[in-house]
């Protein structure tokens, strides 16, 4: 049966892929979904408040991820931090996923920023190392990985790349484990821009390359997230042996995932929240070798990632959560911070298109009946 997007008419598919759980992890590339996080759609909370969040769904949702192999990446951006869940918020989340992924034998790593201290004027570098500090150690304190977030505080606070060399090289001291380096792009956060010290990404690459080569056993990899394929690939080719890059570029990510001759990315992806079985599937293929086997499979999801992570790219968190709604792994369209209104009607009804002409949907029945149920709403069902 037709239905009617703002688009055009559209008939959906009746059968879904069918990616049963219970596969192994890849084994050829480390692979993470970056996971949201389901609201509590029944409190009763003011926009000032701290989110209200449905931990059960929530769970759930990363029992999902890890029922098809995927590594969670726990309170990362994708969570919305700094977009409606605050410091209080992601340390709750780090420690109950932290103990779901115990639980059943889950690979999970978990964001360490700085995201308590208070916007304003900026910080001395020594509370930004502190904030930091209490973060890291929350996540050694719970046996996850952590994964060293960009901090908007530090952009603030620091007067040059040698402020960036000193405060990672004083975290990376302190951690007892390797950990992930995370670079994220001001596509992502405006805040953010500058990173390690200048606006010249080409002095920028050089800096957070020198923090690794001083600390390369302190380091397990790194997640690049700029949307820039040939900057990753360089980035990748002149990392010391032993330190992985995962790309986090989403739209980009088969090519880097595949790699070429001198190498290839590892991932730690937000797209790969929705797209999680037919990612894991398409890596396991890889794992054979199937080099285009893999491209086959994933190739075709990219049109849907650059539709999520359109310009402004920081609010693909609410395409990423309508399409968990559509899939049924919540019962409802409604996210903290009321996010669900930053992209329009017809950019949700694009990406339903886009998601359901993959077969992702485990039920197309139910995401077709969702759909028609938010046009109803918008007053635009036919």
Not at 12 to 24: D, E, H, V, W
Request: aromatic share 8%; glycine share 10%; net charge negative.
């Amino acid at each position: 049966m037709t239905i009617h997007l703002p688009q055009g008419p559209y008939t959906p598919r009746t059968t879904p892929l069918g990616l049963a759980p219970g596969a192994a992890a890849p084994t050829s590339r480390t692979v993470f979904s970056a996971a949201h996080v389901v609201a509590d759609p029944y409190a009763d909370i003011s926009p000032d408040d701290p989110a209200a969040v449905d931990w059960e769904s929530t769970l759930a949702f990363r029992r999902h991820l890890w029922a098809h192999g995927l590594g969670v990446a726990e309170a990362m951006d994708t969570a919305q931090r700094g977009m409606g869940l605050d410091w209080a918020g992601a340390a709750e989340l780090i420690r109950r996923s932290a103990a779901e992924a115990k639980a059943v034998g889950g690979a999970i790593a978990c964001g360490v920023g700085t995201d308590q201290l208070p916007d304003g004027p900026a910080p001395a570098l020594a509370e930004v190392t502190a904030a930091y500090e209490e973060q890291l150690a929350l996540a050694e304190e719970n046996g996850v990985q952590p994964i060293l977030m960009a901090s908007r505080a530090l952009v603030r606070a620091a007067r040059g790349p040698e402020d960036y060399l000193a405060t990672y090289a004083h975290l990376l001291r302190q951690a007892s484990e390797p950990v992930i380096l995370h670079w994220l792009g001001p596509m992502f956060d405006p805040a953010l821009a500058g990173y390690w010290g200048s606006t010249d990404l080409d002095e920028a690459t050089d800096t957070f390359l020198k923090v690794i080569a001083e600390h390369p056993d302190k380091v397990d990899g790194i997640k690049i997230s700029l949307l820039d394929a040939a900057r990753e690939i360089d980035v990748r080719r002149r990392l010391p042996g032993g330190v992985r890059c995962y790309t986090g570029d989403d739209f980009n990510y088969p090519a880097l995932i595949a790699g070429d001759e001198r190498g290839f990315s590892h991932a730690l992806l937000g797209i790969f929240d929705p797209l999680g079985p037919l990612a894991a599937h398409a890596v396991r293929v890889l794992d054979t070798g199937d080099v285009d086997g893999f491209r086959a499979l994933l190739d075709p999801t990219v049109e849907l990632s650059r539709h999520l992570f359109r310009p402004p790219t920081r609010f693909y968190k609410t395409g990423v959560v309508f399409l968990a709604w559509l899939s049924g792994h919540q019962d409802h369209f409604t996210m903290v911070g009321g996010l669900q209104s930053a992209r329009s009607l017809p950019h949700l009804a694009k990406a339903y298109e886009l998601a359901d002409g993959l077969g992702l949907f485990p039920d197309p029945d139910l995401a077709e009946h969702r759909m028609r149920s938010l046009l109803a709403v918008h007053g635009g069902a036919r």
